[in-house]
């Protein structure tokens, strides 16, 4: 079972949505206990799936398999908290720091990129960073495939080949990254599709690679 920690959100609706309909099973997680089962209610019912189930945070970090779709300023202290029982496991995070105003911008953690962040949290996990420029409202649409391409990190080859997995039974592209360096960059890149998404109405742009 894969346990989405902060799972209420677009993101983690949508996210849940596409594994169940890949055929993982899924729990979302929220702080509070009883939200989490109205959404997994909802979302199974939207998509017509027996394999969402919901409950708490704590639950959800309990699962073999975890996805952190957190908002970033809550990272520090929700995983701090769950960090003894996410030890060992395949940790993937999708979260990204953004100011919001005129122009989006990336908010770094004293220079560092947030999968720098989570994996200082979580120096006992194998942490993967993915899906960080695949925006909720294409993760949520289901009946559109997605085109594009998922830029993953982790030093860990069992976490990237997690990750990478389930972004290919999603549709996507994937491509490695390595460097930390890159790390803040692929954050930036969000921030971009979210501004040119702002500036281009009814535009929901991803990235792709070619050769
Ligand atoms: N939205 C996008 O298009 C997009 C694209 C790429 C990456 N991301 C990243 O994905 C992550 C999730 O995005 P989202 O739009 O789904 O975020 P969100 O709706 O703001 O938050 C997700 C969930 O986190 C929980 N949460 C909110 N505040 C919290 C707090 N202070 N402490 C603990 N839990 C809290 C809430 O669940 P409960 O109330 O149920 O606990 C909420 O439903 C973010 O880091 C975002 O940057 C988003």
Do not use: W
């Amino acid at each position: 079972m894969i346990g989405i920690i902060g799972g209420t959100g677009d993101f983690g609706r949508g996210l849940a949505k596409r594994l169940a309909l890949s055929g993982r099973s899924v729990f979302i997680g929220s702080r509070d206990e009883s939200k989490g089962v109205r959404i997994a209610g909802q979302v199974s019912e939207a998509i017509g799936t027996d394999r969402i189930k919901g409950g708490s945070n704590t639950t959800a970090a309990k699962c073999e398999y975890i996805y952190i779709t957190l908002p970033s300023s809550s990272l520090q202290e929700t995983l701090e908290k769950l960090k003894p029982q996410l030890e060992d496991k395949i940790v993937v995070e999708c979260c990204v720091s953004l100011k919001f105003g005129k122009f989006i911008k990336v908010i770094d953690h004293e220079g560092k990129s947030t999968y720098e962040l989570v994996r200082e949290i979580l120096d006992n996990s194998k942490v993967a960073s993915a899906l960080k420029t695949v925006s909720a409202y294409k993760l949520g649409r289901i009946e559109t495939p997605l085109d594009e391409t998922d830029f993953i990190m982790s030093l860990s080859d069992e976490a990237f080949e997690f990750a990478a997995e389930n972004s290919r039974v999603l549709g996507l592209d994937v491509i490695r990254v390595r460097g930390k360096t890159h790390a803040l960059t692929l954050e930036r890149m969000t921030a971009l599709a979210i501004q040119l998404n702002k500036d281009h109405p009814n535009s929901h742009f991803g990235f792709k690679l070619t050769r």
